[in-house]
């Protein structure tokens, strides 16, 4: 079974969710369906954990505020999603490979202040 990630899909789990406790029945499809959405929600923390790990790791080579050094990291990371075909770096040696890495792990760009939060919570 594939993992529910539509809202309507989750409102109707709910409701079949609620009439299984009232009724004190669980339908193996319903229990299936829930595991599903479960493990896709602790995948996508595990997502955004790893890229906020790489995140950290491109600021860390530059000094400054938060603020400031979230900014050169939202502004590459908006100039590597955009690009077709990102070149392949390095997250070892170069700032730009860590934003590369965090674009291959989640490839939505969070906002300068998200990504500030995310450097200020490394401290």
């Known amino acids: 079974m594939t993992a529910h990630t539509d809202d309507t899909d989750l409102r109707e789990l709910v409701a079949r969710l609620r009439v299984a406790r009232w009724s004190g ?18 995948s996508r923390a595990e997502r955004r954990r790893a890229r906020d790990y790489w995140l950290r790791r491109a600021a860390e ?35 730009r490979g860590c934003v590369s890495a965090a674009l291959q792990v989640d490839p939505r760009v969070p906002s300068r202040k998200q990504i500030a939060r995310i450097l200020d919570t490394a401290r």
Request: hydrophobic share 45%; net charge negative.
């Open 25 to 42: 029945l669980l339908p193996p499809d319903l229990g299936d369906a829930l595991l599903d959405v479960f493990d896709a929600m602790s």
């Open 61 to 95: 080579r530059f000094s400054g505020s938060a603020w400031v050094r979230a900014g050169i990291v939202h502004a590459d990371l908006i100039a590597q999603s955009r690009q077709r075909w990102p070149e392949c770096r390095d997250p070892d040696t170069d700032w």
